[in-house]
């Protein structure tokens, strides 16, 4: 059911950026990007969401593509603490009421 | 400002038992989501709740029920347990705003079935 697509994993030096990529291939004009992320089966963590602009926030960047097939977080400063599972998730329009996760990306930053 | 809150945050219970699990919203929002996550999977939707009506459904039996009360708090009710229902309960709360609807989760209630 997801319609996006994640790596499996990602490794990432501490106090190096982490660029998490997501496609969306299918994604329509209204629907807009989301990523969370989730700490070892805590709660997911909203991190930042956006349409066809690049967003920041204190805690990531997203930069999706002209063509909003794709999008990128940021996350400029990676610590130890960031490592989790990022989540990317588009708002499907005719079940605009809930999020679809697919499997993520399991981040682990090294120190 | 408090956030999203479950309870309780363990539970173990036997097959063929019925659970609640609550969860308070944050300040502000309306909307209450439920979703199961089982262990190494993404969550899975369970239902929405606004004004105190279930407005949409996902996959799940009819052994999952809910209900939202007049201060937009909420409760899921699954009946019947079975092994399967084993997994994190997580509930999201927002302010309905259409596709911009950010959902904030609380941390979970982990149910163990036996």
């Known amino acids: 059911d997801a319609k996006t697509t994640q790596p499996t994993s990602m490794d990432c030096a501490e106090g190096r950026a982490a660029n998490l990529p997501c496609n969306h291939s299918?994604?329509?004009?209204?629907?807009?990007v989301y990523w969370y992320r989730q700490i070892h089966s805590q709660g997911p963590q909203y991190i930042i969401h956006g349409l066809k602009n690049n967003e920041t926030n204190e805690m990531a960047s997203l930069i999706i593509t002209e063509d909003r097939k794709s999008s990128t977080l940021i996350l400029p400063h990676a610590t130890l603490r960031d490592t989790a599972v990022y989540y990317c998730?588009?708002?499907?329009?005719?079940?605009?009421?809930?999020?679809?996760f697919g499997t993520g990306t399991r981040l682990k930053v090294l120190a | 400002d408090a956030g999203v809150t479950q309870s309780p945050t363990h539970l173990i219970k036997t097959r063929g038992q019925q659970v609640t699990l609550r969860c308070s919203p944050k300040s502000g929002h309306d909307t209450v989501s439920w979703y199961q996550q089982a262990l190494g999977q993404g969550p899975q939707f369970i239902f929405q709740y606004y004004e105190e009506e279930e407005r949409q459904r996902g996959n799940f039996p009819d052994r999952f029920s809910g209900h939202q009360f007049p201060n937009y708090s909420s409760e899921l009710n699954v009946n019947a347990l079975l092994l399967g229902d084993s997994a994190l309960y997580l509930c999201?709360?927002?302010?309905?705003?259409?596709?911009?609807?950010?959902?904030?989760f609380g941390p979970g209630t982990r149910l163990l079935v036996l």
């Open positions: 998730i588009v708002r499907v329009p005719q079940a605009a009421y809930k999020y679809i």
């Open positions: 299918t994604i329509s004009g209204n629907e807009y």
């Open positions: 999201a709360s927002s302010l309905f705003r259409g596709a911009q609807e950010t959902q904030y």
